[in-house]
Each structure stands twice: as C-alpha cells, then as structure tokens.
C-alpha cells in the first residue's frame, strides 16, 4: 500500500472510535419523532463530547451512536451559539477517547482529515489542506463564528460536529458548516476555541464573552514594516469588516487594518484575541494598535459583554 493511503488509515484508526454520530428527537403531533442528526467525538473519560449547538437546538431527546453500534441516551451538558459548539455526556464504560490537539501549531496547506456522518453515512472520511486559520464565519442567521479554520475536506449535512485531525490523529477542529452553493471551502471551530468554550461550559453553565463587532483574518505582517516598528508579531488580524452599531464601529478602527496588539498584548493568532475578550475584566476602555497602510496608530476601544445562556 502507498506511504500517503497507509498515513491516512493510521490517523482514522487512532481517533475512528470516539467518533459519534448523534440522533436529535422533537414532538411531532404529540409524538416524539427524529428531528435529523449530527456527529460528534468523545473527548473525555468521563463522557464528554463535543458537537455543535445547531445540531442539538431544540432536541427533547438526544441519542448517541457508537461505531460498535451500541445507542446511548446523552444529557446536554450546555451550549454556546456564539461559538456553534454543544456539550454532550454520556453515562457509559469502555468508550474511547480522541487527543485533542494544539491549532496553534497548525500551518495554512497542512494535510488534514474530517471523519462524520453525512446524511447517515456513519464513519465517512474526507481529506483536504487548511487553507487559511483564524477566519471569522458569517453564519446563514448572521450570527458571527469566530476563530474558524478554513479547509478543502469536504463536509455535508450529518458532518457538522465531527472532528477535523491531522495526520497524528490528533483533533484541531470541530467541523460547523460548508457554505452553500460554494465548493471546497469547509470550516471548523478551532480547538483550543472549543477547549475554553468547553471548560466555561463545564464549570459555569454558561459562556462569558465580550466582543468587538469584527470579523478577523489572520496574516503574515510584511518584514519591512516588522523590522521598522521592531514588532514582535509574525502575524497579525487583518480586519475584513466591521459590524455596525458595535464597539469596534464607535472606535477608530477601520475596515482593512491590521491588529498587532490588544489590551497591551502581542498577537499572532485570532485565538489570543478572543482568549483576552474571555475575561470579565474587559469590560472597559483597553488599548489597540493596528498598521493601517504603513503607519502604527494606537487608540482605544471599549469592549460589550455578549449575554447568551449555555444551558437550554
């Protein structure tokens, strides 16, 4: 068998059975009949498992199919829209458990595999490249998902909450949508997004969250103006566009500019970003510097706190 074919069932083989598909139950008519379904992956001893919110909004009743064909009732631990990301328990023995990851080593053209269930098809396997990290998704309801992994792994409906995992096996995304009418362009909520999300969840019931009103892109800053400002930064976050009515639109940040620091920090990735807007401690008039053009401009901005319930 060839090296590229022998890569690929190694990293399925490592994370195949933590992967879930998820079956969603409503009332229809007084009776409780299959709303549609999803997919997911077991990310704890203990049960946890990730998915994403839209695939359980409105579920009464939540079953979770192992690859061994056994079913599961799983409770809903709590949700966060904002991040398009659900988490599940079951109470169960002997399941296995995938390795989460670290997105903040992952490079644009990385190899990388999406395992799901699309329209049932359980345990369906996709390949493809990241072609571009730290993307902010507009979602079909408008709602802004933010730290997002752009991929060429096809996904379909039944996909969404599965995991995307690089050559190791090792979980760096949890896959939320493909954009319709559109081909080879896939996107997933970045891993160690989902970890906090996660954690807050777990803890709290609930998500904290501040925002700026900014979609981000991540890029490379040009070494000349690196070297002239003698900037830490590799990369910085380009701003793509600028909600109206939003913190950011009463700042005198600009569509086009490029952010290189936050709240007197560095930063390279758009997850050290939203890591800062995680504090409660936001809520308040913090420092920005952005390149616009070729000039260094610093200014401030006040951050909102997003008030959206985790639990149902």
Do not use: W
């Amino acid at each position: 068998m060839d090296t590229f074919s022998t890569m690929i069932i190694e990293a399925v083989d490592k994370i195949k059975n933590a992967v879930v598909k998820i079956d969603v139950y409503k009332t229809v008519k007084g009776k409780l009949t299959a709303a549609g379904s999803g997919s997911g992956f077991i990310f704890s001893s203990d049960g946890l498992i990730f998915t994403n919110c839209h695939v359980v909004a409105g579920a009464e009743k939540i079953m979770v199919g192992m690859l061994n064909e056994n079913e599961i009732e799983a409770t809903l631990i709590g949700k966060d829209p904002d991040s398009d990301i659900a988490i599940l328990k079951i109470f169960a023995e002997g399941h296995s458990v995938a390795k989460l990851g670290d997105t903040d080593q992952l490079q644009i053209g990385q190899f990388v595999i999406a395992i799901g269930n699309p329209y049932g098809y359980q345990h369906s396997v996709t390949t493809g490249v990241v072609s571009a990290l730290g993307r902010t998704l507009q979602t079909q309801s408008g709602r802004l998902v933010d730290n997002v992994i752009q991929s060429d792994a096809a996904l379909n409906p039944g996909n969404s909450g599965g995991p995307l995992i690089t050559t190791d096996g090792e979980v760096i995304g949890v896959n939320t949508a493909m954009l319709q009418g559109a081909q080879g362009l896939s996107f997933s909520v970045d891993i160690n997004t989902a970890k906090e999300i996660a954690r807050q969840l777990i803890k709290d019931g609930k998500v904290f969250k501040a925002y700026v009103g900014i979609m981000l892109q991540e890029v490379f800053l040009n070494a000349k103006i690196r070297s002239h400002y003698n900037l830490a930064n590799k990369k910085g976050l380009f701003v793509t566009k600028i909600e109206a009515d939003s913190p950011a639109s009463r700042s005198q940040l600009q569509e086009g500019d490029i952010i290189i620091s936050f709240n007197g920090k560095p930063l390279n990735t758009t997850h050290a970003f939203f890591q800062e807007l995680a504090h409660d401690t936001i809520l308040s008039m913090v420092d920005i510097s952005v390149i616009r053009h070729t000039e260094l401009l610093n200014f401030s901005i006040t951050p909102a706190e997003k008030k959206i319930m985790a639990r149902r």
